[in-house]
């Protein structure tokens, strides 16, 4: 499956789920997103990406960027420096607000 000219991809993912996990939060955030990928062929399930129109490229990427869930998806459970449990998937501790990667780099 070939994605049409026009759209852009603004993620990729090993997992189904977390593309479409993306697609959903960026459709609910106002941009309409295509997950391409998610089929198994001779050679195993490709990666998974998520495309947008291509005028609507930056708007997802600041949704990547702004919104935790959208750029972590993919992250385990994890314990917070505080030591909290977090659930997969997020990447905020909801006890803290810690971020999961803060003691690797910062933007
Ligand atoms: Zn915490």
């Known amino acids: 499956m070939r ?7 603004v993620a990729g993912f090993s997992s189904s789920i977390s593309a479409h996990s993306l697609r959903i939060l960026l459709e609910a955030n106002g941009v309409r997103a295509v997950v391409v990928g998610d089929v198994m062929n001779e050679t195993g399930l490709e990666l998974v990406s ?3 129109h291509a005028s609507q490229v930056e708007t997802a990427m600041v949704i990547i960027r702004e919104i935790p869930a959208a750029s972590e998806v993919l992250i385990p459970a994890w314990r917070c420096l505080c030591g ?6 997020f990447h905020c ?11 690797s780099s910062e933007e």
Do not use: F, I, K, N
């Not at 994605?3 to 991809?9: F, M, R, V």
């Not at 909290?84 to 998937?89: E, H, K, T």
């Open 3 to 9: 994605a049409p000219d026009q759209l852009a991809q």
């Open 93 to 103: 501790c909801w006890s803290c607000g810690r971020e999961a990667e803060e003691t």
């Open 50 to 52: 998520v495309y947008v």
């Open 84 to 89: 909290a449990d977090v659930d997969a998937g």
